[in-house]
């Protein structure tokens, strides 16, 4: 069941969603055997990431919420948290922002009761989304302010970066233009040093908006320009991993082809080896046969012999008698 899940990660990473859902239902199936219930439950969220992924929302839905009743019955309360995460952001797909809100908020409780601090931090971001989508701007950014608090104490700086970058974006729309340029200046050298090229591009476009917004144009060409190097940086690296991807599946492919032909031919040497033990086995039984019958054969012939002997005996003795007399 293990094997199965891990190979179902595997075709995640090289896009292979239809793949990926067949090795985590081959895997689902093992874990009901083994009456698995957190194991279950890790199966459907699983699944449920693929149906989101393929922006079948229902399928995704449904397997989430069945995760969910087998996470309550379990101890795996980080499983339960993520599924309630996955659903809020769900909702927040579909654009329903209450009913996201209600679940990143349920999540929260878990993850602060279990002290799971990146769980935490994940649960702020997520509430923080929610009320920037909503336009609630200053709600937005104290729930962001948490986040990067718990991230910076545990060293999470990818998700420092990408908070930060966040924070910024709703400053500007606070109309803090100087809050915000300074923050995305100073964030910009985190960025670099881990090269997270997707948040450089975002904090480039942010400061080309800012830029425009104060009508420094020539800056804002300028931060256009690096918004549009960085984005083709990501698109080349997107595409060096599709690339990848492909060449993976290729010689996934191909392997398998060859582990196929290779089975071909040890059934066939079996078949034919098997063939010839049956040839061996009737030939063996059909000189049985015949050594028996011929032993038959000669027995009724010996027998039949010492009549014939016994019968020349006693017309000899006959004779002798007669010859007596």
């Known amino acids: ?83 309630l995460s996955n659903i809020g952001n769900l909702y927040l797909e579909l654009g329903d922002s209450e009913k996201a809100l209600d679940y990143f908020n349920k999540a929260l409780q878990i993850n602060l009761a279990i002290n799971d601090k990146r769980g935490v931090s994940s649960s702020y971001n997520h509430i923080g989304s929610v009320h920037k989508q909503k336009k609630e701007f200053k709600a937005a950014r104290s729930y962001l302010l948490k986040a990067f608090e718990i991230e910076k104490e545990t060293e999470n700086f990818e998700g420092m970066g990408e908070t930060t970058t966040h924070i910024a974006d709703v400053d500007i729309s606070l109309n803090n233009y100087l809050a915000a340029e300074k923050t995305l200046l100073q964030n910009l050298i985190l960025l670099k040093k881990i090269r997270s090229l997707n948040n450089i591009s975002d904090s480039y476009l942010l400061l080309c908006r800012i830029d ?56 066939f040497i079996n078949s034919e080896e098997l063939r010839q033990q049956k040839n061996l086995t009737y030939a063996s039984i059909g000189i049985g046969i015949l050594v028996f019958l011929f032993l038959i054969v000669s027995v009724k012939a010996y027998k039949n012999k010492q009549k014939a002997n016994l019968i020349i005996i006693k017309q000899k003795m006959e004779v002798e008698n007669q010859k007596l007399l």
């Open 212 to 267: 425009t917004l104060k009508k420094n144009y020539k800056q804002s060409l300028y931060h256009y320009k690096s918004f549009v190097n960085y984005r083709d940086s990501v698109l080349n690296n997107e595409n060096k991993e599709k690339i990848l991807q492909q060449q993976l599946t290729f010689d996934f492919t191909k392997k398998e082809e060859q582990a196929r032909q290779e089975q071909i031919k040890k059934d």
């Open 1 to 83: 069941a293990r094997a199965y899940n891990n190979t179902g990660i595997v075709f995640i990473k090289q896009g292979n969603n239809a793949e990926a859902l067949k090795n985590y239902l081959l895997g689902l199936k093992l874990r009901q055997e083994l009456n698995d219930n957190a194991e279950i439950g890790s199966s459907y969220a699983n699944i449920g990431n693929i149906y989101f992924r393929e922006q079948n929302f229902k399928e995704a839905l449904k397997n989430y919420q069945l995760a969910i009743t087998l996470f309550e019955n379990t101890s795996n309360k980080i499983g339960l948290a993520n599924s």
